[in-house]
């Protein structure tokens, strides 16, 4: 099955700079990868995600970029703020239309924004 | 409703006793999981349901964890003669096949 790892665990960053998190994916059918993102106490909700017939997705200040020949993708905040602080999880499946393809989840990155 | 409800939010039992989580998805969503979350821990797979298709139990940690969902709908979690280590927030989430997962609030089980 899918095996998606991810780094790094815990993310510092100076409120203004960016972050980045990356995940590795091992099944190369996978086709559609998301990132949620759960604040402390709250449910894990999507923030944006990426299909494997693009490379990169913007919106506002976060975007996705996706290597598939290298089976990895990443996550990029700029400017980030306080309330971006969270844990983030990414994820992968394939074939999204087709039963028994589930979702994998990476490890979770802890992002604390200081400000 | 709107979004996927689960019941009880806040579960505390003592030790050996069962307990049943209920997850009620979004209405049409083909697929259904269960997820463990531990204090300030990733989310711990359990049990996904897809359609008619058999469930993927691979995530369940002991025998004493079961699921169903019945007529493709409510799913419910059962814990028997629970642990202290089964202390945690059950997050179930359901989808339109594998598409953008929709978690609900979870149940947080203390086992004293």
């Known amino acids: 099955g899918e095996n998606v790892e991810q780094h790094p665990s815990t993310l510092s960053v100076q409120e203004g700079d960016s972050a980045v998190i990356k995940c590795t994916y091992s099944?190369?059918?996978?086709?559609?990868f998301p990132w949620y993102k759960q604040e402390l106490g709250k449910r894990p909700q999507l923030i944006i995600d990426i299909r494997s017939n693009v490379g990169e997705k913007k919106d506002q200040r976060i975007a996705v970029t996706l290597n598939k020949t290298a089976k990895h993708f990443s996550l990029h905040i700029t400017e980030t703020q306080p309330e971006d602080s969270a844990v983030y999880f990414c994820a992968a499946s394939k074939d999204v239309k087709a039963a028994g393809n589930k979702l994998t989840f990476g490890g979770g990155t802890r992002v604390l924004v200081k400000p | 409703g709107a979004g996927v409800s689960q019941s009880p939010s806040n579960k505390v039992t003592e030790k050996g006793k069962d307990v049943e989580l209920r997850c009620d998805p979004i209405s049409g969503h083909t697929a259904l999981y269960w997820y463990r979350q531990s204090l300030g821990q990733g989310l711990e797979f359990l049990i996904y349901?897809?359609?008619?298709?058999?469930?993927?139990k691979s995530g369940l940690p002991s025998d004493r964890f079961s699921a169903e969902r019945t007529g493709g709908s409510v799913s419910t979690l059962t814990i028997q003669r629970t642990q202290q280590e089964d202390s945690a927030v059950y997050l179930c989430?359901?989808?339109?096949?594998?598409?953008?997962?929709?978690f609900g609030e979870g149940s947080r089980l203390t086992v004293l």
């Open positions: 989430a359901s989808s339109f096949f594998a598409t953008e997962l929709f």
């Open positions: 349901f897809q359609g008619n298709s058999a469930p993927d």
């Open positions: 099944d190369s059918a996978s086709n559609y």
